[in-house]
């Protein structure tokens, strides 16, 4: 790892400067010198570094001025301040200007070596960060997300204005649609990208624990809570909580849920004490909440606060032109994962797909798909391959009962085949004579013995 990490040393002291870059190098470090500020400047200009270790005063300038355009070019790369006339004023300067840490001369070596391994810890720890939500947010774009269906399409019309806003979003749909999908892309689009994103399935969770859960607790307020807990709310103020199968919540859990989204404040169980909140919240539901709330298990109120923008998504029958792109980007993801070849997906194996109900939508489709990569050996998926329940339900099509699908048809050779196949059996009704099964086919002779001619029909 230590070969990896770049340190920019800036000294205009030779005497100093060069036994410290040797000491880096023989510590595995890769280390490049500069005597001057202006020449420290150039070299962040030309090349990237992970550590800067720079001297406070120099012939043409001082380290508060390459920290500072350290932190304009990088957030993540980390400054060690070394000076030999240390004061309070400049420590407190350098550390507020975003300087990992302040040593003085004469160096401790070993003081340095502890202080440059945890500004390298913490560079790599914030490079990860980054990343990772890089990832996320290019993972959750609108153009990632796949539905060319005129459905999905007007989901994402809705999306893209949602984001703009900062209002209360219910998504509605069967399970296996995706809610949390398109969760994660209304807040990954949003202003809020770079706060916390924070999941809470409320079905999943013990009613005896979902308000300690949601809304935190305090020391002493039920047995075993031996110290304070923040809650879910909490730990996404700035960002979106996402609240999955609302309608499962108690009734009486709904209660305080409204007032968060009434007074954006939260009081954690235990406690008198209210906490502000800038939360952003979106839920989630396969309950018809109106329903709910008729027969008295959802609360009016808190079904119109949540309800103020609402997303109904299509179970994935109804949009059936989803199914080849969708099976596709699984069987790309999971042959990656899986390390094998691409597999193609054979015209009878989507048509099976086309032709099934899936009842539990997309997650299903993506269970089916990695099943298949895992266990097919041959890169041609066919029906045979599908589950009993997929390859049963499918039928070979005869001529009459062809359909058009995502891998498309041959409709000149589809129409001869028709032909051929009524004209052979208006000849065996009519015992060969051709004037006889013209007239069955409602043609007249000469035709019929021209389409026969064509279709290279010896009889």
């Given at each position: 790892?230590?070969?990896q990490?770049k340190?920019?040393?800036?000294?205009?002291?030779?005497?100093s400067?060069?036994?410290?870059?040797?000491?880096?190098r023989k510590?595995?470090y890769?280390?490049?010198?500069?005597?001057?500020?202006?020449?420290?400047?150039?070299?962040?200009?030309?090349?990237?570094?992970?550590?800067v270790?720079?001297?406070?005063?120099l012939?043409?300038?001082n380290?508060?001025?390459?920290?500072?355009e350290?932190?304009?070019?990088?957030?993540t790369?980390?400054?060690?301040?070394?000076?030999?006339f240390?004061?309070?004023e400049t420590a407190?300067?350098?550390m507020?200007?975003g300087?990992f840490d302040?040593?003085?001369?004469?160096?401790n070596?070993?003081?340095?070596?502890?202080?440059?391994a945890?500004?390298?810890?913490k560079h790599?720890?914030?490079?990860?960060?980054?990343?990772?939500k890089k990832?996320?947010?290019?993972?959750?774009e609108?153009?990632?997300?796949?539905?060319n269906s005129?459905?999905?399409?007007q989901v994402f019309?809705l999306m893209?204005?949602v984001?703009?806003?900062d209002?209360?979003?219910?998504?509605?749909?069967?399970?296996g649609?995706?809610?949390e999908v398109v969760?994660?892309?209304?807040?990954?689009?949003?202003?809020?990208?770079?706060q916390?994103?924070?999941a809470?399935?409320?079905g999943a969770?013990?009613e005896?624990?979902?308000?300690?859960?949601?809304?935190?607790?305090?020391?002493g307020?039920f047995?075993?809570?031996n110290?304070?807990?923040?809650?879910?709310?909490?730990?996404?103020n700035?960002?979106?909580?996402f609240?999955?199968?609302i309608g499962?919540?108690?009734i009486?859990?709904q209660t305080k849920?409204?007032?968060?989204?009434?007074?954006h404040?939260v009081?954690r169980v235990g406690?008198?004490r209210?906490i502000?909140l800038d939360?952003?919240?979106?839920?989630?539901?396969?309950?018809?909440?109106e329903?709910?709330?008729?027969?008295g298990n959802?609360?009016e109120?808190?079904?119109w606060?949540?309800?103020?923008?609402?997303?109904?998504?299509?179970?994935?029958?109804?949009?059936?032109?989803?199914?080849?792109?969708?099976?596709?980007h699984f069987?790309?993801?999971c042959?990656?994962?899986?390390?094998?070849?691409m597999?193609?997906?054979?015209?009878d194996?989507?048509?099976a797909l086309?032709?099934?109900?899936?009842?539990g939508n997309?997650?299903?489709l993506e269970?089916?798909?990695?099943?298949?990569?895992?266990l097919?050996e041959?890169?041609q998926i066919t029906p045979?391959?599908?589950p009993?329940n997929?390859?049963?339900?499918?039928?070979?099509p005869?001529e009459?009962?062809?359909?058009?699908?995502n891998?498309?048809v041959?409709?000149m050779?589809t129409?001869?085949?028709i032909?051929?196949?009524?004209i052979?059996?208006?000849l065996?009704l009519?015992?060969?004579v051709?004037?006889?099964?013209?007239?069955?086919?409602?043609?007249n002779?000469?035709?019929?013995v021209?389409k026969?001619?064509?279709l290279?029909?010896?009889r």
């Amino acid at each position: 790892m230590k070969e990896q990490v770049k340190i920019l040393l800036v000294d205009d002291e030779h005497s100093s400067r060069e036994p410290l870059a040797l000491l880096l190098r023989k510590n595995g470090y890769h280390v490049t010198g500069a005597s001057t500020g202006h020449e420290a400047l150039q070299l962040l200009a030309s090349e990237p570094f992970n550590i800067v270790i720079t001297d406070l005063f120099l012939p043409d300038s001082n380290g508060i001025d390459i920290l500072k355009e350290v932190k304009r070019l990088s957030a993540t790369m980390e400054v060690i301040l070394i000076t030999g006339f240390a004061s309070a004023e400049t420590a407190v300067q350098a550390m507020k200007e975003g300087a990992f840490d302040y040593i003085t001369k004469p160096l401790n070596l070993e003081e340095l070596k502890i202080i440059l391994a945890k500004a390298i810890e913490k560079h790599q720890l914030v490079n990860e960060n980054v990343y990772l939500k890089k990832q996320l947010r290019d993972k959750y774009e609108f153009p990632n997300i796949i539905g060319n269906s005129p459905a999905m399409q007007q989901v994402f019309n809705l999306m893209k204005r949602v984001v703009k806003t900062d209002s209360t979003v219910l998504i509605m749909g069967e399970s296996g649609t995706g809610k949390e999908v398109v969760a994660k892309a209304i807040h990954f689009n949003s202003s809020r990208r770079n706060q916390p994103f924070v999941a809470v399935h409320c079905g999943a969770i013990p009613e005896n624990l979902l308000e300690s859960e949601l809304f935190g607790y305090v020391r002493g307020a039920f047995t075993g809570a031996n110290r304070d807990k923040i809650g879910k709310f909490e730990a996404a103020n700035g960002g979106t909580v996402f609240l999955d199968e609302i309608g499962t919540m108690p009734i009486q859990l709904q209660t305080k849920l409204l007032r968060i989204l009434q007074e954006h404040e939260v009081e954690r169980v235990g406690s008198t004490r209210t906490i502000k909140l800038d939360v952003r919240v979106i839920s989630a539901t396969n309950n018809q909440l109106e329903e709910e709330v008729r027969k008295g298990n959802f609360r009016e109120d808190l079904y119109w606060r949540l309800n103020v923008i609402p997303i109904q998504l299509p179970p994935l029958r109804e949009r059936m032109e989803d199914i080849l792109p969708l099976a596709r980007h699984f069987l790309v993801k999971c042959c990656e994962e899986m390390n094998r070849p691409m597999m193609n997906l054979g015209k009878d194996a989507l048509e099976a797909l086309e032709a099934y109900h899936w009842p539990g939508n997309v997650r299903e489709l993506e269970n089916v798909v990695e099943r298949v990569a895992a266990l097919t050996e041959s890169n041609q998926i066919t029906p045979a391959d599908l589950p009993p329940n997929i390859s049963g339900a499918f039928r070979e099509p005869d001529e009459y009962s062809i359909r058009v699908t995502n891998s498309g048809v041959d409709l000149m050779k589809t129409v001869n085949r028709i032909e051929m196949k009524m004209i052979d059996e208006a000849l065996n009704l009519a015992g060969g004579v051709k004037a006889q099964a013209a007239a069955l086919l409602n043609l007249n002779r000469t035709t019929l013995v021209e389409k026969m001619r064509r279709l290279g029909m010896q009889r």
